[in-house]
């Protein structure tokens, strides 16, 4: 049963994280720069994730928030090239951002730069973005989990409950497309 639980949350998650994804690119394709193609462009880029030094409290040293984030993207750019002289395809470069990378633009640093220009407008009006950004954050962690086999029965309705309640904020035909093909209740209701 565990295995099964596995295969139907991370097939639910997938679907979210493609719908996630799609819903983020859609908005920030906005906020492209004259002279940039995409968001994933250099100055449209540092535009999103701006130099911010903070002082990290492990080590007392100052550090660029966005530094990771740019360089994802960077490194996602040079992968979705066909060749070193041609620009990558901006399709590519948003498929090679892993589900982390899009729950992390909804993290309170991202407030002003990325949520309220942009991002907020692939939600209804009024979403806020806190319990939004814990239950992404709870479900990278959660998917996580189950790719790396733990256990998930137990709290995993909760899950489940996430994973519906960002899907119907990003669409309500994902939603029902989500209940009438997902596995993962009768999977749960059947446990010992």
Known sequence: ????????????LSHLEVGLRNACDRQLAAATLPGDAHWTDPATLLTLFPVV???????????DVNKIARGNVERARINAATSPHTPPIPGKVV????FGFWTYLFVDAHEKTIWVPHLHKAFPPGTDRNPLNDALAALRDFRNRVAHHENILNGSESERCRIVYVIRLLSADALAHFKANSEVAAILDGRP
């Open 53 to 63: 030094m903070r002082k990290d409290r492990t080590t007392g040293r100052s550090r």
């Open 95 to 98: 498929a090679e951002r892993m």
């Open 1 to 12: 049963m565990e295995r099964k639980a596995e295969r139907g949350f991370l097939a639910r």
